[in-house]
């Protein structure tokens, strides 16, 4: 029953999320061709601003992966991110291929990545794993911003003039870009809550747990962070795909190490290890991104600090960990006060038949 309702309740809101163009573009005086037009207005705006939040909510779940479930700190997340977005960059615009090719292009790309993550997986864990991933996010960094290689990466500029199929322009075709995005977010999600609930999952939450205790019991652990290590890669890549298409401009930034820190503090805030906490995280972080900027401007920094630190005080589990964690106590207090009914009205009676 409870499987039911949560299945429903997503189908719900992914239902709303479809037509939710449509709804703003009424509530401008817009008609509903307006969306499919990408006509000028708040829905096409604020379709835009959906996209960036579902691209974070596929990084962050890429995120939440390796270090809510299976326990991995990576200080070096933000290549997995960058690969996709400089890769897909680079394979339509130097090299012209299509956007099945390029597509086909990153997932190898992130494979190969997530294997090169994964060759110091025997030898190191913890923060020692940690600062090996920060060295190869690092080296990458650098490479991204040479000039031997401004001809395809576009130095610190950043690669720009990357000309995206006309099915996929986000400026004529927006709500197209903010469909697949959309489904590709469900469908991560999905793959994800999957992959979790099956025997597969369940032993990268007791690497987490106990790695020693995986161990003993006779699991061989280094293929188990391999694979979340490669689904982890395979879906920050494609969100760095999605990001090349919606945005102009593929900046540095995503290949440094305050875009990983961007994905742990959206994890933070939604909940570590909760995955539907990265989607929320997601979206609170970019609209308070957004929003503090828009009304605040300078400010806007020191506010988003301060906002940080007050989740972290006072929501410690994050948003759906910690409305998880007073869930379980409602049920326990619920319990508690069955006894005690039992106590005060079975028992009495059991004790009159008796006699």
Same mark, same amino acid.
């Given at each position: ?8 309740n997503?189908?719900?809101i ?23 037009a ?30 809510g479930i299976?326990g991995l ?36 790309? @992130?494979?190969?990545? @997530? ?12 923060i ?18 040479s000039?031997d ?7 610190d500029v ?23 995005s ?14 979790? #609930?099956?025997?597969?999952g369940?032993?990268?939450v @007791?690497?987490?747990e106990?790695? #020693? ?7 061989n ?10 689904i982890?890669?395979i ?10 298409i919606?945005q ?7 290949a ?6 961007? @994905? ?10 909760t ?7 997601a979206?609170v ?23 940080y ?8 589990y994050?948003?759906?960990g ?6 379980l ?16 009205w079975?028992?009495?009676?059991? #004790?009159?038949k008796k006699?």
């Amino acid at each position: 029953m409870t499987t039911w309702l949560k299945r429903n309740n997503l189908l719900a809101i992914f239902a709303f999320m479809v037509v939710f163009p449509f709804i703003l573009a009424l509530l401008d005086g817009q008609p509903p061709a307006a969306v499919f037009a990408s006509e000028t207005g708040s829905a096409k705006f604020l379709q835009g601003l959906l996209i960036e939040i579902f691209i974070l909510g596929m990084y962050a779940l890429s995120y939440d992966l390796i270090l809510g479930i299976t326990g991995l700190l990576s200080f070096g997340h933000a290549m997995f991110f960058a690969v996709g977005a400089y890769g897909a960059g680079i394979m339509i615009k130097s090299f012209g291929w299509g956007i099945l090719p390029t597509v086909a292009g990153v997932l190898a790309a @992130a494979v190969v990545q @997530a294997v090169l993550f994964g060759i110091v997986l025997p030898r190191v864990k913890g923060i020692t794993f940690a600062l090996v991933t920060l060295g190869f996010a690092s080296v990458f960094f650098i490479v991204v911003q040479s000039g031997d290689l401004a001809a395809y990466t576009g130095a610190d500029v950043g690669l720009q003039g990357v000309i995206v199929p006309d099915f996929l322009n986000t400026a004529t075709h927006r709500y197209t870009v903010y469909l697949i995005s959309l489904i590709a977010l469900a469908i991560t999600y999905l793959v994800f809550r999957r992959f979790v #609930d099956s025997p597969t999952g369940r032993v990268c939450v @007791a690497i987490r747990e106990n790695e #020693d205790r995986a161990l003993m019991l006779g699991y061989n652990t280094f293929w188990f962070k391999q694979i979340a290590l490669i689904i982890s890669s395979i879906t920050a890549a494609f969100a760095g795909l999605l990001h090349t298409i919606h945005q102009p401009i593929v900046s540095p930034n995503v290949a440094s190490l305050g875009w990983t820190v961007s @994905a742990l503090l959206i994890i933070l805030i939604g909940g570590v290890g909760t995955l539907s906490g990265a989607v929320i995280g997601a979206a609170v972080f970019r609209l308070l991104e957004f929003y503090l900027d828009k009304f605040f401007g300078e400010s806007a920094a020191i506010l988003l600090g301060i906002t940080y630190v007050v989740l972290v005080l006072f929501v410690p589990y994050g948003i759906v960990g910690t409305w998880q964690a007073k869930g379980l106590n409602t049920r326990a207090g619920r319990e508690i006060l069955r006894q005690r009914v039992l106590q005060q009205w079975h028992f009495p009676f059991t #004790d009159r038949k008796k006699r």
